[in-house]
């Protein structure tokens, strides 16, 4: 983003955010319809993101095995085989590559090989041969668990793997979870036999503990405009009821259990946290939160009073107090913030609260819609030891964890910060 002539010396998060929008209304005045090749058309995600780009007036050329069947599903449409691709694909935008064989199948390593595989790599060439420029590739959200050694997850890597060495055409990669419309499919295609006014709520519930993505917000990332980076697309968990009333019922439950199973620990901090060093025992600072509002965050103090208002990776080690050094690293100093859940200004699981003057990482976050969400006490980037020195790389975690986010995501986060994952963001080491 180009943020322009400077007002001031550090723009504030209020001129960001309406560059930031500026920009957004740019790239959507720009992009009025695109021409748009389909491989993977007759398959359940193509069958529902076909008609919404014919809706949308995107120029469309859909490649399958059958044409035939194409052709009586589409009519009017213009159809290819993949061999065809580098001929027919002359003059395209895009080219978004659908095919593939899913997780439900009964796979084997060769059948998967060709299909999720050698079939993308083969499209690849084709249209780099036609002149398309850019080329979309769906992967799981399967292949980003490193855990997960089935054929079809180790498929999908392989294959990420190998188009980022094809060179004559940008190819991006965007993960999903299970996408979805009207109706639905995977675990979820028992739904279908119910009425919709059970089917929705149910399947409400059922997304909040995994991942989802409606099928309007894959076709409107492919018609808004592709970032250059790996993109997590998925609902978020924005909408969904039944997720956040599930989580802020964590959050208060952890914050009433704090309050009444340790207040007297509290408390005790807090006396020694005085006698050690001059100052307030509890510290409270103005961070920025959801949708990019500053709220007070209460800590206790770990550091010297009068040290800089700066990010903790920019503060001398020697300004941390000795008693502030053993809560930092148990992460006891974060208990105060139980005041702010009680405010409803943080989460127990989120991407954590910023300074005001860390712009570069507000920019980068309001990129991602990181600021769409609460901060919170705790969160996927600091149980994988990734604080706030490299702004770009924290805000990719944190749209990650956008991107996954859901109650057995939140919960697994929690109990990984409760076996000591992540030591608390990192002070500056003293050179001498």
């Not at 059948?111 to 002149?131: C, F, M, Q, W, Y």
Request: proline share 5%; hydrophobic share 40%; aromatic share 8%.
């Amino acid at each position: 983003m180009v943020l322009g002539a400077k007002a001031r010396e550090t723009p504030s998060f209020c001129d960001m955010l309406q560059i930031y929008e500026n920009d957004e209304q740019s790239t959507k005045m720009n992009i009025d319809r695109r021409s748009i090749v389909v491989t993977g058309a007759s398959g359940f995600v193509g069958n529902l993101l076909i008609p919404r780009l014919l809706e949308a007036e995107c120029r469309l050329l859909l490649i399958g095995r059958s044409t035939k069947n194409l052709s009586k599903t589409y009519p009017g449409v213009p159809v290819c085989t993949y061999e065809e691709l580098a001929e027919q694909g002359r003059g395209y935008d895009i080219l978004v590559h659908l095919a593939g064989l899913n997780s439900g199948n009964a796979l084997d390593e060769e059948a998967t090989r060709k299909a999720n595989i050698d079939l993308p790599v083969s499209v690849a060439h084709s249209a780099a041969e036609a002149g398309i420029p850019l080329m979309v590739y769906r992967s799981s959200t399967h292949a980003l668990d490193p855990k997960l050694d089935s054929v079809y997850a180790r498929s999908k890597r392989e294959a990420v793997r190998q188009l980022n060495n094809i060179t004559g055409i940008d190819i991006r990669t965007i993960y999903t979870p299970l996408v979805y419309g009207e109706n639905f499919t995977g675990r979820f295609s028992v739904l279908n036999t119910l009425p919709r006014v059970i089917s929705r709520p149910l399947f409400s519930i059922m997304a909040a503990f995994k991942p989802t993505c409606h099928i309007k917000n894959f076709a409107s990332f492919i018609q808004k405009g592709v970032p250059e980076e790996e993109v997590i697309l998925s609902d978020r968990q924005i909408n969904n009821f039944f997720y956040s009333a599930a989580m802020r019922m964590v959050d208060l439950l952890f914050a009433f259990s704090v309050l009444v199973l340790l207040g007297w620990l509290l408390g005790l901090i807090w006396v020694l946290i005085r006698i050690g060093s001059s100052g307030p025992g509890i510290f409270a600072q103005p961070r920025i939160g959801y949708q990019g509002k500053e709220f007070v965050c209460y800590k206790f103090r770990t550091m010297q009073q009068g040290t800089p208002q700066a990010g903790t990776h920019e503060i001398s080690i020697s300004s941390v107090t000795p008693i502030g050094n053993f809560l930092r690293k148990t992460k006891i100093d974060e208990l105060p913030q139980i005041i702010n859940i009680f405010r409803n200004e943080l989460s127990l699981i989120g991407p954590r609260p910023c300074l005001a003057v860390q712009t570069e990482l507000i920019e980068e976050r309001l990129k991602r819609g990181v600021l769409d969400i609460k901060p919170g006490i705790s969160g996927l980037a600091q149980i994988n030891d990734i604080d706030m020195s490299n702004p770009v790389y924290l805000a990719q975690w944190d749209a990650k964890y956008l991107g996954l986010r859901s109650i057995i995501l939140d919960l697994t986060i929690v109990f990984a910060t409760l076996r000591g994952n992540g030591q608390g963001d990192k002070v500056k080491a003293d050179s001498f």
